[in-house]
């Protein structure tokens, strides 16, 4: 019996490649056998964390706000292997003043990250899953946040760090992540009669380097008792992506221990 949470020979394009959950997830969809299309906008990272191209990765520098650049993408691994039977979207932004308060956050910085967060996951939706329903079949994957469903709790960020910098959750990452969630259901209706499925995944708080006292903050007011790591998020993004949720589009699974249970 074939083992449905495998992705052999399945063509995965994912944006975001080369950041902290995207390069694992790029290795754990190697591992379930996967031909894998990394985008990242960073060269430099996507040969760091990702190393050489080889026979099932190919790698591919891109900004995903900017429709020519989404376009030709596309284009690149439609000529090496066909139109993708995955698209995830996992590209995120931040902006120089990214963690500066609401009162005084610049409309620029605002629309920069949008243009990434909720404009670039439509540009490659709109390519890659136009392809997809012409075809016939295909699974979209959104990368939310839990501060796209709930608002963040203040508390957790007094004396939090994050290399040598306070930091907070800035209102355009929860406004930009509610968007895409938004998009993701209108998606899974629109396309669910052309064979293609759209759902996401909610990550709670990952480690990625913050200080201890955030990591002590964020542990204690999650029910597991710890932050996510990125295998956590790739194991949940590969369910999505496979046939083991062939019955599944319009759902947003929600991998933060527990955080919104309370």
């Not at 920069?112 to 994957?141: D, H, K, P, W, Y």
């Not at 959750?169 to 052309?194: D, E, F, M, N, V």
């Amino acid at each position: 019996m074939n083992d449905p949470f495998r992705l052999d020979d399945k063509v995965v394009a994912l944006t975001g490649a080369a950041g902290i959950i995207g390069a694992r997830v790029v290795q754990s969809f190697l591992e379930a056998g996967a031909r894998v299309f990394a985008l990242d906008r960073s060269a430099e990272l996507l040969e760091q964390r990702l190393g050489a191209p080889h026979g099932r990765l190919v790698t591919c520098v891109a900004d995903i706000s900017r429709p020519d650049e989404v376009r030709q993408a596309f284009g690149r691994v439609e000529s090496v292997w066909g139109v993708p039977d995955v698209l995830l979207n996992n590209a995120a932004a931040k902006s120089a003043n990214f963690f500066e308060p609401f009162e005084s956050f610049s409309l620029d910085e605002w629309n920069e990250v949008m243009s990434v967060n909720l404009t670039g996951a439509m540009l490659c939706a709109q390519v890659f899953g136009t392809a997809m329903a012409t075809r016939g079949s295909g699974s979209i994957v959104n990368t939310l946040s839990i501060y796209g469903i709930v608002g963040p709790d203040q508390r957790i960020y007094e004396g939090s760090e994050y290399l040598g910098r306070a930091i907070n959750t800035p209102a355009i990452y929860a406004a930009s992540k509610a968007g895409l969630w938004g998009l993701t259901q209108y998606l899974a209706t629109y396309w669910g009669h052309r064979g293609v499925r759209v759902n996401a995944v909610t990550p709670g708080g990952v480690f990625s380097g913050q200080n201890q006292t955030f990591v002590d903050n964020y542990s204690r007011r999650t029910p597991l008792g710890r932050m996510a790591d990125a295998d956590d998020m790739a194991h949940a993004m590969r369910y999505l992506a496979s046939d083991a949720s062939r019955y599944m589009t319009g759902h947003n699974l929600v991998v933060d221990g527990g955080w919104t249970a309370w």
